[in-house]
């Protein structure tokens, strides 16, 4: 008898069938590199270099109502999101639990018409967060924007950063619904505290001392619409440079102002407002 005896002393019956099962399995064993798919297997021992995240945005919105009926909305057949911040988020083992309703492989139909840097339809290419938030409310002195509660703002900072750290993300890439659609939307609207979240680590915010510097260069010789335009255009809105204080200019300026000046947002570019959008160009652009 040639090749290798094995004895197998004090193993038998069931053990020694148990055994021989395991002998078996190890010796077919398959890679972890080869995946098995719906007729087919995939073998991806070798992997390209040349590629880079289909994400490359994030954009917030807030949803304009409860969670129940957002939830509703957003599980329906229209519209969608990758996540859901509740606005009292329920915890577990001390951590935020948000609710995701679209794998972030697949698109999610969040911002519809829009565009960011030179690319439209940003469903293809971005990741959605709703933030519950009734948005602006109707009361007898006029319009109120609600505010966002410390741990609903906590479970967007930790949701965002994880996504941020993953694709990584360009700051000037974290948007609001209304940068990437002037004038069709107005969230995650002028409460949402853009400032913090950048202090965070998340997002876009001017330097204070380059803000400064424009202030003072500006005070007597504001640049004119069109330069203010190009300069719109070129931190990433969609603008055409028209030299006229136009109603797409306005709008996107109302964009801009609900998210880099939040105190003032009525469309007009005053020196502060030019002033955020120079340092902003500076620093990222």
Known sequence: MTG?????????????????????????????????????????????????????FLVLHYTGGNEARAIQVLTGPNVSSHYVVSDAPP??????????????????WHAGRSAWAGRRHLNDSSIGIEIVNPGPVDTPSGKVWRGFSGEQLAAVIALARDIIARYDIAPENVLGHADVSPGRKIDPGPAFPWEQLYRQGIGAWPDAATVNAYRDRFRYDMPGIAAIQSALSRYGYELDVTGVLDQPTHAVIVSFQ????????????????????????????
């Open 258 to 285: 609900m998210h880099f000046r939040p105190q003032r947002y009525d469309g007009i570019p005053d020196l502060e407002t030019v002033a955020r959008l120079w340092a902003l160009n500076d620093k990222y652009r």
């Open 4 to 56: 290798p005896i094995f004895t197998l002393r004090g193993v038998g019956g069931p053990r020694l069938v148990l055994l021989l099962a395991l002998v078996v399995a190890i010796a077919g064993c398959t890679p972890a590199t080869l995946k098995q798919r719906n007729g087919y297997w995939a073998d991806q021992a070798q992997q390209a270099q040349a590629y880079n995240h289909r994400v490359r």
């Open 91 to 108: 915890r577990r083992g001390g951590a935020p639990v948000v609710y995701q309703l679209v794998d972030e492989n697949a698109r999610a």
